[in-house]
């Protein structure tokens, strides 16, 4: 595509700027650590409010924002329950609320008696729907409309990529809740907010990490080519010293069975390439978490909700560096959305200086 050479070009400083790996991985966790303003004024707010809605992009720290909330809800005496459908998430809460008398809740086993004096609820939009809106509402006293309540999620591309959102469920949430916004994106490196933002047309907050060593969008037709592009991005990470335990390659197929690197139907849990295996993981399985250095595949289907949501999940994965390997067609997409961005951009230059 003629157009994504010149978007590649107009972008070259944001997306391609390169250091070495190590340094470049210290920075950004010195600007993780100190950027939580944010996160401390939304504390503030679960404080003085009993039910609060919080909204943010990935990258925007719901996550451990919501996790720091249920440890404190806990202060007083009450009962906490801190809910998710991921698997990932939960695991992750357990190491960080080992010492709380916090409850980590599967959604398939929300009580079905009001046992909670708090619920907090993480990657809500996967249970914003009748059904299990109904069950949390039973699981704590007072019910969601004169309970205690903190509910976090990503209402604008996350959804439709596991469980089933509700968009009339959403509202009337909303209308019983104070919202909080996150704007500020605290995960990703500055050149992953502006690839995912421009490529995808997806806001992640904005950007308050370091450059980092760089975000690539490249294609491939078929098997073979998918994977000489993958191991020699592989060959790169270990010639810059990155640690394989860095290193995840995440599938955005919505469907894990078809992804490229799946055997007889199965997705591997590692990749090997010259006695070097690394992680792969499917988007569904890593959101709400994070990563340091990502391979993206199967980027082939950005035409239905499922398949945006699962490219944006895995894309928005990284702190440091991203790598996608994209079908011709989702190229072509990505392409025509960058160019937008950039007349966006300019226009907004343009503005700025008239």
Request: glycine share 8%; charged share 25%; hydrophobic share 40%.
């Given at each position: ?246 290193i995840t390659i995440i599938s ?26 690394v992680e792969v993981a499917a ?72």
């Open positions: 595509m003629a157009d994504l050479s010149i978007v590649v070009t107009y972008l070259r400083r944001e997306v391609d700027a390169m250091r070495t790996v190590p340094d470049t991985e210290m920075l950004i966790e010195r600007d993780i650590l100190t950027m939580t303003d944010e996160q401390v004024d939304a504390m503030q707010a679960f404080e003085r409010n009993s039910r609060v809605l919080v909204l943010g992009g990935a990258g925007t720290g719901k996550t451990v924002l919501a996790i720091e909330a249920a440890r404190r809800a806990t202060a007083d005496g009450s009962s906490v329950a801190f809910v998710c459908g991921s698997p990932g998430v939960l695991d992750f809460a357990s190491k960080l609320l080992s010492e709380s008398t916090v409850q980590l809740v599967p959604v398939n086993s929300i009580p079905e008696e009001p046992v909670f004096d708090v619920v907090v609820v993480d990657e809500a939009q996967d249970l914003l729907n009748v059904e299990d809106m109904s069950r949390l509402s039973d699981s704590v006293r007072g019910g969601l409309h004169g309970g205690r309540w903190w509910i976090f999620l990503d209402p604008n591309n996350q959804t439709h990529l596991v469980g089933v959102f509700d968009d009339a469920v959403y509202q009337e949430i909303q209308a019983g809740a104070t919202i909080v916004d996150l704007t500020k994106n605290v995960r990703n490196a500055r050149t992953v907010v502006t690839t995912v933002q421009s490529h995808l047309g997806a806001d992640l907050g904005s950007p308050r990490i370091g450059e980092g060593p760089g975000a690539s969008i490249v294609q491939a037709q078929g098997s073979e080519a998918v994977r000489r592009l993958l191991d020699n991005r592989l060959d790169a990470l270990r010639g810059q010293g990155v640690s394989r335990k860095k955005a197929a919505a469907d894990a069975s078809l992804s490229i690197l799946a055997d007889e139907g199965l997705q591997p849990s590692t990749y090997t390439v010259n006695d070097w295996s988007a569904a399985n890593v959101k709400g978490l994070e990563r340091e250095h990502v391979i993206v595949v199967d980027v082939t289907d950005l035409d239905t909700p499922r398949g945006r949501a699962a490219s944006y999940v895995a894309m928005t994965r990284p702190r440091y560096s991203l790598y996608v390997i994209s079908s011709p067609s989702a190229y072509q997409v990505m392409g025509r959305n960058a160019l937008q961005y950039i007349q966006q951009e300019a226009k907004k230059d343009n503005a700025r200086h008239e």
